[in-house]
């Protein structure tokens, strides 16, 4: 054992037999891995999910992302002790163990899934700097916007690898990695608490009773509109209901979905075994592991998105878009809306035409249709922090913003390189600093080419990204699960009694959710292809893990 890595040992089990609160404090000393974890989740997946959730439903859903990071804890610290318990890699121990089809389905999938969320990344913070931060730089007025991409992207990718390879470097470099990911989380907390605090200081901009009353869960909003659009709905005749209410629940659902998905990634899953095994953690460290996961990674989590839902609440929630309905601005011209919000709402317009009858067209459609179209219209991060401008004032509102964005999007690029480098070098049985990491690392930077595919509003790409990711999730879960009831893996350290008892309720649970998330996901956007598909996979690595037992069960 190395000797720092023994020495933090001997800390630990010191600090167990003076007490409780001995070993908190020792805990906290030793925290690594969590903060690493919600470097990558707090990104533009989770920035995204937390800004529609606010705009669609308010503040009703602040219990949403706590819930779903509580479970995916869970989950990370099962796979968590069975790393620290085997000592291996847990690709291996699937492989070996469970079922090589479900090994390689998690590796394929983190890399796909690092590969698709680098591409939000790099189009939000190239947005942010664009933007807010340095607009009159690389701005679409300073330079054309090709351009202003591409210089932007370059440097994001260079401050990305100068980072991600200090984690090649040995122990220093680790830790140098580490303090680096632990600044940059605390900024972007520090920016958004802020923010809020900035808001509640301009006066009733936010009900703080409504936002304590949003913590407690209301599963109601995956069938039934926000409350917030309740006055608009009732003022449309039953087909016009019918319709937006549909639109409203699809947009709900989704977004419901994807904050899911995005609070523990698949990858994720595959990320927080290497990171314990790379600082050399043992047995001993499985009280500390989950410890971390709990501060660490809830607790950043939870202050973060909550903040934004809060904020986007505040401004966005059942109100329409201004400009999209001949509003008039205090000098009495016409109010035009950006060119993405347009878009958005002149697609939904179109779409109830399609459906209405013959007679009525995008000109002669009610108002409260029309309402409600501009209540749905697409709108980012950057119209949040120009519509808090006149609350805040610029400084919050576009720097403070923006730059947490920027490091939001930043910290989650430098972590989808080092999963991608870890699982590629799974893949070919390299070691986890040599080359072929390297290579492994570089491949997210594809996301480069984000802001040039993605013509839409950029937030709304981190949606469908978060959706794909959590029809994946089921595959980690269902590995875990196996593993943690399997005595070839874990001999005598699987859990025995009670205790297993209670790990296994608590998996199946999370199990249960993330497939129900899953199978809602995929139903909406393939239907009985993508179900059939899902279920095919894991029945054959069902099958194909009973065979292995029944082959190495003694006659």
Sequence with gaps: MNPEVQKDLQSINEAKARGKFATVRVYLGLTGPGWLQSAVTLGGGSLAGSLYLG????????????????????????????????????????????????????????????????????????????????????????????????????????????VVWKYGEGSKGVRLFETILKGIVAVIVLCFVGVVVRLTMAGDVISWAQVFKGYLPNANLFTTPAPGYETILSQMDPSARSFWTEMI????????????????????????????????????????????????????????????????????????????????DEYGQAMVAPAHIQGSYNRLIQARVDTAPAEMSAETLPLPERQAAAMLAKRDAFDLANALTPLTGTVFSQFVFGFGVLAMTLSTIVILMLMNGFAISEAFGAPKNGIVFKMGTLMPLVGILGPFLWSKAAFWLAVPTSVFGMCLLPIAYVSFFLLMNSRKALGNERPTGPRRWRWNSLMALSIGLATIGSLSGIWAKTRWVGITSLVILIALALVLHAGRRKKSTPQ
């Excluded at 620290?84 to 590796?107: C, D, M, N, Y």
């Design 55 to 162: 705009i669609l439903a308010g503040t009703s859903m602040l219990w949403l992302q706590p819930l779903a990071m509580i479970f995916g804890i869970i989950m990370l610290s099962a796979i968590s002790y069975v790393t620290l318990s085997t000592g291996e890699p847990p690709f291996q121990t699937v492989r070996k163990h469970i079922s090589p089809i479900l090994a390689w389905a998690w590796l394929a999938a983190t890399v796909i899934a690092n590969l698709v969320w680098s591409m939000p990344q790099f189009s939000l913070g190239g947005a942010a700097v664009r933007q807010n931060l340095m607009p009159s730089v690389f701005g679409a007025e300073a330079m054309p916007a090709f351009w202003g991409k591409l210089i932007v992207g370059l440097a994001m990718a260079v401050i990305a690898v100068s």
């Design 249 to 328: 629940l699809d947009q709900q659902r989704d977004v419901m979905i994807a904050t899911v998905g995005t609070a523990v990634g698949i990858n994720m899953t595959f990320l927080m075994p290497y990171i314990l095994l790379a600082k050399g953690w043992t047995r001993g460290f499985r009280g500390l592991a989950s410890f971390d996961l709990s501060t660490g990674l809830l607790i950043p989590f939870t202050i973060a998105t909550s903040c934004v839902v809060i904020a986007a609440s505040s401004q966005f929630h059942a109100r329409p878009a201004p400009g999209l309905l001949g509003e008039m």
